[in-house]
């Protein structure tokens, strides 16, 4: 159970205080200024723990493996953080900006996982997805 749970908590405990980073970004600075850094950072720390958590193999072995998902992942990410950022700065609140994302991201992932990898369209989903949208109005009425 615990192998089940603690990459999901990983997940949210990641996104809580990377949210709070994100919306911490200095008005005044550029969002791009700002992630040379984030990525400077990301990237040490993962070759840290590759080293410490991996096999200790040669990371040429790995780099061996590539497809073309790392490459776009490392532009859709400049592209999610950046959307936060921009988004923060135009004054998204932390309490309703990532559940906006979130529920239109669930509808969308839903789509998706039913057409590229086959993943059951159930009513309970579409049922969840109608309550998401619900309570999506109830959050952001003013």
């Known amino acids: 159970m615990f192998n089940y749970v603690w990459p999901i908590a990983l997940v949210i405990f ?32 993962s070759a840290i723990l590759y080293f410490v958590l991996g096999k200790n193999d040669h990371l040429v072995n790995e780099y061996s493996k ?5 490459f776009v992942l490392g532009i859709v990410i400049v592209g999610l953080e950046t959307g936060w950022i921009y988004a923060y700065k135009a004054g998204w609140q932390v309490s309703t900006g990532f559940i906006v994302q979130s529920a239109v991201l669930s509808v969308m ?30 959050i952001n009425y003013k």
């Open 14 to 45: 990641s996104n809580v205080v990377y949210q709070i980073c994100a919306k911490s970004v200095p008005q005044e600075m550029n969002p791009f200024a700002s992630l040379t850094v984030t990525y400077i950072i990301g990237a040490i720390a």
């Open 66 to 70: 590539l497809n073309w998902a790392p």
């Open 109 to 138: 992932l839903l789509v998706v996982g039913y057409f590229l990898y086959q993943e059951a369209f159930t009513w309970n989903k579409v049922v969840g997805v109608v309550i998401c949208l619900i309570g999506l109005v109830f």
